[in-house]
């Protein structure tokens, strides 16, 4: 799967990839290399080295006007790549087109970061290269761009990074460094023998560099680390420190040895492009630096804050407004008021909390507080509760009570642990695996107790509210639960106290309530003649139970205009 959409936000490709007949019809060198499949379009084999250096050369050609020479023995850089690692420089040092200062460790025979920063922004380079064929052909790069003012291409000896390249000018400091590391430790991990997933497929495009590009002691971690080491040396000498990355698993032991040698400011980011992905760390011994989030928790954050949500087309909503007038809402009420009194409706039913809160005019808001699960498996429970009533001992015409031997208070007991049962099966439903355990009979007092990760639920029973109380048992049992198990802490009084108030018909204030499953603010609004519901998490134990009230709300509202009430 093509991984553009996750581009850098200001790459130029992200919206726009390269248009293979277009550049084919104005540049006769990359024209012999497109060739036209049975759907008509323009193709290029990324296999062939030949290839993606003429891609390479005329996206630099077309797109940022700078004209290279690369051999076929050398790395051939992927333009979009680089361009999404100059892009998060530019969030690292914070600005474009300001006078900046950067090192390129190992520039290569394109020397391209060098020419992309330069031409681009403006930033002045020091670019470091160890291979001869490279530094030659970085230096004609630079110098057939006119660049020379900006880029100053420099050789150094083996096994060299920052150390020995900033024994001159040491007063300089530098806004950063960049570096696109050699990935592998052998010829074995260049293959991809080792190091690559056997499910993983082939690569869809040719490895080309020369040794020194590919392959180092010890792999990209150990370049990397060589990197740390030289920074907690320079330190100040630079803002930012960065190295791109070519596994994923470099990542974390990188991040812990920055973490052991006390580094103050670390980041990481991830480079996406066509099908391939890369990654970057970024570090600073800077305490007044900005610090971007890993892209990872953006998306996450991003994720969190969307809500669940549901529409009602307008046939819908005329019938419930129609209906509404059953349930004490004016006949002329605004379609959001009315669909606002069904829900209000359902959720007192459920005996969920909620009370209205301000909003815009043009919708209505409903915090809602969810003290116990009462929406699952509901025809279930409301099938044990006929049985149960069924079931029970009736009074005799004379006064005595039917059904009062031993047989009988047996098959009433029977049948409560039944129901118990059944009331426990909605609970582990509610709550997940592993959260509630087995019955239990407290024979002291003669109540029925069901230990369920600390809640305590109440069921009916003959003659008013026989309590099955699920209780946190002794501490002996508490240390027999499963570590995996969720933990409620509510305790028994705090529990009665809240049921009993919601049925005495008087429910708590939702902001009130301190033990609870979950909190949300429920949004209806007008869009155009629809109306839209949306539920969004404040806060609670478990977002799955939250999904399940919204559709239960949803399907209770689609099920009142397919049965009206009354019929």
């Excluded at 996450?300 to 009602?312: C, T, V």
Aim: aromatic letters at 6%.
């Amino acid at each position: 799967m093509s991984l553009n959409k996750s581009m850098h936000p200001r790459n130029r490709y992200k919206d726009k990839p390269p248009d293979f007949a277009y550049l084919a019809s104005k540049y006769p060198d990359f024209e012999k290399h497109v060739h036209t499949n049975l759907a008509g379009r323009a193709m290029l084999n990324f296999k062939e080295p030949e290839a993606v250096r003429a891609l390479t050369c005329t996206l630099l050609k077309e797109d940022f006007g700078l004209t290279i020479d690369i051999p076929l023995e050398r790395l051939i850089p992927t333009v979009p790549l680089r361009l999404n690692y100059i892009h998060w420089v530019e969030d690292l040092i914070g600005g474009q087109g300001e006078l900046r200062r950067g090192i390129d460790i190992g520039t290569g025979a394109s020397c391209i970061y060098p020419l992309l920063g330069a031409s681009m922004n403006g930033w002045h380079y020091l670019a470091t290269e160890v291979d001869d064929i490279c530094f030659d052909y970085a230096t004609r790069n630079v110098e057939q761009n006119r660049l020379s003012d900006l880029i100053k291409v420099v050789k150094v000896p083996q096994k060299t990074l920052l150390m020995d390249a900033l024994k001159e000018d040491l007063g300089v400091v530098y806004d950063f460094c960049m570096c696109n590391p050699p990935f592998f430790a052998n010829q074995l991990e260049a293959k991809g023998v080792n190091s690559r997933n056997s499910r993983r497929p082939p690569p869809s495009s040719v490895n080309t560099g020369g040794v020194t590009e590919i392959m180092a002691e010890g792999g990209e971690l150990e370049f990397v680390k060589r990197i740390i080491h030289d920074s907690l040396q320079l330190k100040t000498r630079l803002r930012w420190y960065s190295c791109m990355l070519g596994k994923k698993c470099s990542l974390a032991p990188l991040k812990e040895e920055l973490r052991k040698q006390g580094v103050p400011k670390v980041t990481h980011t991830e480079f996406c492009q066509g099908r391939t992905m890369r990654w970057a760390l970024a570090w600073s011994f800077y305490g007044d630096v900005t610090v971007p989030s890993p892209p990872s928790k953006k998306r996450k954050l991003e994720k969190s804050r969307k809500p669940l949500s549901f529409l009602l087309l307008k046939p819908t909503v005329k019938e419930l407004q129609s209906q509404a007038s059953l349930i004490g809402c004016p006949s002329n009420a605004r379609p959001v008021d009315a669909v606002t009194t069904w829900l209000e409706k359902t959720l007192t039913d459920l005996k969920v909390l909620h009370k209205r809160v301000p909003c815009g005019r043009k919708e209505q808001s409903l915090f809602l507080t969810a003290v116990e699960n009462t929406w699952i498996h509901v025809r279930q429970r409301r099938r044990d509760r006929g049985r149960h009533l069924r079931e029970l001992p009736r009074a005799a015409p004379g006064g005595t009570t039917t059904g009062q031997g031993p047989h009988s208070q047996q098959h009433s007991s029977t049948h409560t642990l039944d129901s118990s049962l059944s009331e426990s099966q909605s609970l582990k439903a509610a709550l997940g695996p592993g959260s509630v355990t087995e019955p239990a009979t407290n024979e002291a007092d003669g109540t029925d107790f069901q230990v369920a990760s600390g809640q305590e639920v109440q069921s009916h029973k003959e003659g008013g509210s026989r309590v099955l109380v699920e209780e946190r048992g002794a501490q002996e049992e508490a240390d027999m639960e499963s570590p995996t198990s969720t933990t409620v802490a509510v305790t028994l009084a705090q529990k009665q106290e809240t049921i009993a108030s919601l049925q005495k018909g008087q429910p708590q204030s939702p902001g009130a309530v301190q033990h609870f499953l979950f909190k949300c603010l429920l949004n209806i609004k007008a869009e155009e003649q629809d109306v839209a519901v949306e539920i969004h998490w404040v806060e609670g134990l478990n977002k799955d139970l939250m999904n399940q009230l919204c559709t239960y709300l949803k399907n209770t509202l689609l099920r009142v205009v397919v049965q009206p009430l009354g019929t």
